[in-house]
């Protein structure tokens, strides 16, 4: 069994004479039992009353039919002198003692709480959990567990302050504590009559580590003033930010009351805070899934595709792009809000990938549709391919977060193998490149290109040419075969970028050269798994 007890009458007689709610009462009598916030609000008051009516001179005890036991915080104390002493220019009213216990239900009964503005109230009901999950339902999201999550006006936190402060007057009196740390959140009280509510309703339990995210948030106009005298008395706590809309953000305001000084505070706050007229409202009510990993390889045969869409001062210069041409079929059948796309590198917009293609992942932003047989991901796979003969995916698959990773690692270890067509000024014999078979490990200063300086930082870095092979062609033409170090700029290798790399084809053959067509022929990452398509 779980009970109030002849020490919580104080804290039960003032609050509710304040016009404060059931459960908020329970919180300021720090019962810790998720089951009794959830009886019925009638019957908290019903209970609440018949503890006013028992006799004060006995140590009666008000039970609840439940098996878990509140969690009581409050000690014994010997009264000290301070802020608390103080009379109204600035401090604590004297309170009231309640002598007619009546008194103190009829003003609480009809009344918005004046510390959780109606969410412990009306926001605990039936109606809105079906609400809520009305919203859910038709959303049309795949989930198999929730979050729940809840943002509260932060007005809030300065009438519990208020609350709490004439509370901690009147338990002084009676030589007992009540410390701050003692009151169970609101937060948290709403959670647990909410949860089990919602999980039922929806017919799948809720779990903290979730990526279903169903949230509301509440707002109270009518007392969205309450926090401003907070900015007078500590401005280092209220700074404008570029994605707040308002600096009285909860954190802002908490800050703030855990630096004014009480005397302050009671200069410019009631205490007990006075009921309102109106409810909360909940403002928004939304639904977000935590992000969704796909990943695969792309060959990409076009020399006019960039990797990412082409814009320059807000034109578009090319009409699509590989991750596009990717996306586009992702989005629509995992019905994502949007996509983030990277890859293992990248190739300029006139070379092509070929080989087994480029390792790419791609992350969809609060996605509806969340479970792929691996026959669907298959299938997906073949209409991409089929849309369009400028790119082809393999390997398709789902992926975590954390195997994302495995791409990124050794970006700077890795290989990668080039084919490039080469011109010369001079003519040139087979004899005359086939020095450059046996050129092994050879080192590179490349300084950064001129033609990425716009978008990379100036610097000198060191890259290796592991391997060579040269394919004669004709005076001057030849094909190079090229194994590297990740990283390295091929067309400035080989044209040499005005002296920026070195050395470089041009200054090795001692004649000018330049690069007509480049080819990626594989890029050596194990990841992701090869699949059997």
């Not at 907070?230 to 855990?258: G, H, W, Y």
């Amino acid at each position: 069994m779980s009970s109030l007890t002849e020490k919580d009458r104080p804290i039960v007689q003032l609050l509710l004479n304040a016009g404060t709610c059931p459960r908020c009462i329970l919180r300021f009598c720090s019962v810790g039992s998720q089951m009794l916030y959830r009886h019925p609000y009638k019957d908290l008051m019903k209970v609440l009353k018949e503890f006013l009516k028992n006799n004060p001179e006995k140590e009666d005890t008000v039970c609840f039919d439940v098996v878990d036991p509140p969690c009581k915080k409050v000690r014994l104390e010997h009264p000290e002198e301070g802020p608390e002493d103080l009379n109204h220019n600035g401090a604590l009213p004297q309170i009231p003692q309640v002598n007619d216990e009546n008194t103190a239900v009829e003003n609480s009964a009809v009344k918005v709480c004046n510390v959780c503005l109606g969410i412990l109230q009306e926001f605990c009901e039936a109606d809105f959990v079906k609400k809520v999950c009305q919203k859910v339902n038709s959303a049309d999201y795949q989930f198999t567990s929730f979050v729940f999550s809840v943002s509260l006006p932060p007005q809030l936190s300065v009438r519990e302050r208020a609350a709490w402060l004439v509370l901690k007057q009147e338990m002084r009196n009676l030589g007992l504590s009540l410390s701050k740390d003692d009151i169970v959140q609101l937060k948290e009280a709403y959670k647990w009559i909410i949860h089990p509510q919602l999980s039922e309703e929806l017919g799948v339990p809720a779990d903290g580590k979730s990526l279903f995210e169903v949230s509301v948030v509440f707002a109270h106009s009518e007392t969205d003033e309450e926090c401003h005298f907070l900015a007078t008395a500590c401005p280092d706590c209220f700074k404008p930010a570029k994605n707040k809309q308002s600096v009285f953000t909860r954190m802002a305001v908490i800050k703030a009351l855990e630096k004014i000084k009480e005397e302050d505070f009671l200069k410019h706050f009631p205490c007990p805070p006075s009921s309102p007229k109106n409810l909360c409202v909940a403002l928004e009510i939304q639904c977000n899934n935590g992000a969704v990993f796909v990943a695969g390889r792309y060959n990409k045969y076009s020399r006019n595709l960039p990797q990412t869409p082409w814009i320059i001062d807000g034109e578009r210069k090319l009409e699509s792009s590989v991750e596009e041409l990717i996306s586009e079929h992702l989005i629509t059948e995992f019905r994502a809000d949007s996509f983030n796309f990277s890859s293992s590198g990248r190739e300029d917009v006139d070379v092509r990938t070929l080989g087994n293609g480029r390792p790419f992942a791609i992350e969809l932003v609060n996605p509806r549709r969340i479970h792929f047989t691996a026959e669907e991901m298959k299938r997906l796979q073949q209409t991409i391919n089929t849309s369009s003969d400028k790119i082809q995916v393999r390997d398709l698959q789902l992926v975590t977060r954390e195997a994302i990773g495995r791409m990124k690692e050794g970006e700077e270890e890795k290989t990668k193998t080039y084919s490039a067509l080469i011109w010369t000024d001079k003519a040139i014999q087979k004899e005359d490149i086939a020095f450059l078979d046996d050129i092994k490990e050879l080192k590179l200063d490349q300084k950064t290109p001129l033609r990425v300086l716009h978008r990379r930082p100036l610097a000198v870095r060191c890259r290796i040419i592991h391997t060579m092979r040269s394919e004669y062609i004709d005076e001057h033409h030849f094909r190079l075969h090229l194994k590297t170090q990740a990283g390295t700029y091929i067309k400035e290798f080989v044209h040499g970028d005005f002296g920026r790399t070195k050395p470089n084809i041009g200054s090795l053959l001692n004649r000018t050269a330049d690069i007509l067509e480049l080819d990626v022929e594989s890029v050596d990452v194990d990841w992701p798994p090869t699949l059997d398509n």
